[in-house]
């Protein structure tokens, strides 16, 4: 079955770094690929997706992700946190032939003054 | 437009008792989802309807949970004789089925609590 890992349930970075959260997969095919946002009380929304259009996909909020299939992952990057981006974020794979989303642990982001 | 919206937002009850939680997806969407997010296990996939076939039960953790989806749209996620570790934030998403993958809209949940 095709999964998703989450390396590190918890990311601290000051406001204006490098934001980078870490998500690997296991497929034998091209997946589907999703991160979403999570803030506090709320659902989940779409950061971005990978559907095999291009490697490096940019989502909203400055984010951005790229597709390595040599190393299985997609791993979501932002060059400059900023306090609103304090929330939690999940990698999520569309499991082939099947449409619901397979969810990782989670990242909590905590951005730091 | 409106998004994915859910009812009630909370609802505790007690232990045996019976809850139904609604979904109302975005206009013309034909698929809709129903996730379970806990503590101890994440978010879970429970049940999936596309259109008019018959709905991907697999996720459904035991036959105290049910699910219809009436005129294809509003759906009621059903929990019978519920235990305390039915506790969790049930969250419902739709999408529209386009060609390759969909993206799925989530709605703020419906937070159980049984005591």
């Known amino acids: 079955a095709q999964s998703v890992t989450q390396l590190g349930s918890h990311v601290s970075v000051s406001e204006g770094a490098l934001v980078l959260l870490r998500c690997n997969y296991s497929s034998s095919v091209p997946p589907y690929l999703f991160w979403y946002v999570q803030y506090p009380n709320q659902g989940l929304q779409l950061l971005l997706k990978?559907?095999?259009?291009?490697?490096l996909v940019k989502g909203i909020n400055g984010f951005e992700a790229e597709f390595k299939k040599s190393e299985t992952s997609f791993h979501l990057t932002k060059p400059s946190a900023h306090m609103s981006d304090a929330a939690e974020y999940f990698c999520a794979v569309s499991p082939t032939g099947r449409r619901a989303l397979t969810f990782g642990s989670g990242t909590r982001l905590q951005v730091q003054p | 437009g409106a998004g994915v919206s859910q009812s009630p937002s909370n609802k505790v009850t007690e232990k045996g008792k019976d809850v139904e939680l609604r979904c109302d997806p975005i206009s013309g969407h034909t698929a809709l989802y129903w996730y379970r997010q806990s503590l101890g296990q994440g978010l879970e996939f429970l049940i999936y309807?596309?259109?008019?076939?018959?709905?991907?039960k697999s996720g459904l953790p035991s036959d105290r949970f049910s699910a219809e989806r009436t005129g294809g749209s509003v759906s009621t996620l059903t929990i019978q004789r519920t235990q305390q570790e039915d506790s969790a934030v049930y969250l419902c998403?739709?999408?529209?089925?386009?060609?390759?993958?969909?993206?799925?809209?989530f709605g703020p949940g419906t937070r159980l609590t049984v005591l």
């Open positions: 998403a739709s999408s529209a089925l386009t060609r390759g993958t969909d993206t799925q809209y």
């Open positions: 990978y559907t095999s259009a291009a490697t």
């Open positions: 309807f596309q259109g008019n076939s018959a709905p991907d």
